[in-house]
């Protein structure tokens, strides 16, 4: 899967998606394009209801857009899923709790085979050790914290090569101090692991410190209000918070959510 | 990872880590309930009831016997009432299995494929609501004095909770380790191997916990309507109570309630083999 490619990373062309039975059909997604470049990763913000979710779940090819169309490196969903392509890291970790951390994180490899040809799968182990869990590899899910178990579920994301990683709030069930050392290690891990990402979460600063760009959706129906640039160098540490760009941007990211919530109510 | 990170992460797993299966953890809490505080209740009732048998046994000789007349007839008859045992034994130990499994298989079959429980089940039920006391009658008609409606019947009690209990379990997943397979364009057998299987067996032992005594009570049933030649410890009773013959009746009922808690015993003891993942803290949920 070289860079080069001009299809490569997740293409989203006029999305549209509505839930409910017929006649009471509430609209999700309206018209909804986006485009992540390989090795890029974009942020998706936005109050609840806003469609977030349901657009990661689309290109996840969890749930079939009613319009539009969705393309990961020049592929449809379907195909990409077939080709295993995507990675998911979903809200909860989703740890089989009877396998242990390594078996747990090998599942993607046994899991559809025929898809690991030609592809640079790697090492369950060595990824676990570069996650800092290398102690933790015959350990049973049960018996790690919140964090190191949201750990082992990117690891097992990472492992067989995907080419698009696919996000949902993963850092959001754990306390404040934990979520920033959880972010820093996966952008460590990303820095060196260029993949396209889509990262949705609730939290203005953790889009910042993460992403390329911040894509900010407004609810009723999900649209996308603003998509603003974040141009703070890269690797970024933990000293970027204290930075006066970090503060305007998150000025003007949390002045467009504040819009974007006023025209909900108005 | 940064090094600082990484002395944070070793802190962290050194707290977090609780042991494992067999842990020093497991023997303490082994030891915890040997304590005398856990069991001395239980045995406290036991004496009591067993003491208040005795008062009413000894006022009312001719309604229920003491505990020594019981003792001396399983003693005196041990003989007798093994080969009975072993008869009844027999019945739950084919009627059970053969009921859990097709339980569960049907169970399998309802869960991949959602026709088949409209299907069936409707005719399940039917099957179910229908006293066992009265299909065994019917089933002794067709089948004779000999093993098969036994095995039958046994079968048939065990067969629905196991059934209802499985089907529960085999749709139970994780919905978000079900998305993390499905992106990876898993096959339904993957699926059933890596997660339906194996998350399906608490509920599958849940389902275990209720047949098994039931199976008890599905061969007793049996062997009362068709006593036969081969006995049983259900039909000792109904003969030995209509000959009034007291010590013999409680003997029979004491060994069948013996039965049923090795059985429920025994189940425990796997339980804890199988399940050690499920016990506890929620997780990765």
Partial sequence: METAQPHAGVHIENVSKSFGPEGARTLVLNHVSLSIKMGEFVSVIGPSGCGK?????????LIDADSGTVMVDGMTVKAATKNKMIGLVPQSPALLPWRTVLDNVRLPMRVNPKANANRNLRDPREILESFGLGAALDKYPGQLSGGMQQRVAIARAFVFDPSVLLMDEPFSALDEMNRDAQRLGLLDFWQSNRKAVMFVTHSVPE??????????MGAHPGHIAEVIDVPLPRPRTIDVYATDEFRDLEGHVRETLREVMGQKSA | MSTTDTSALAVQSAT????????PL????????LRWTNWAPAVITFVIAAALWQITAIANPYVIPTIDQVWVSLIKDADTYWANMLVTGLEVLVGASSGIIAGFILAIIMAEFQVMERAVMPLVVVVMVTPIVAIAPALVVAFGFGMTPKFIVTALVVFFPMLVNSLAGLRDVDDRALDVMKTLHASRWEIFRDLRFTGSMPYVFAGLRIALPLAIVG????????????AGLGSLVTIAAAQANLPVTWASIALLCFMGVVLISLLALVRKRVLWWSDGAAVGR
């Fill in chain 2, 26 to 33: 497991a023997s303490a809490k082994f030891k915890q309930n």
């Fill in chain 1, 207 to 216: 889009a910042i410190m993460l992403s390329d760009r911040i894509v900010v």
């Fill in chain 2, 16 to 23: 977090s880590a609780t042991g494992r299966r067999f842990s």
């Fill in chain 2, 219 to 230: 061969a007793a049933v049996a062997e009362f309507v068709a006593a036969g030649q081969q």
């Fill in chain 1, 53 to 61: 979710s349901t657009l990661l779940k689309t290109v996840a090819g």
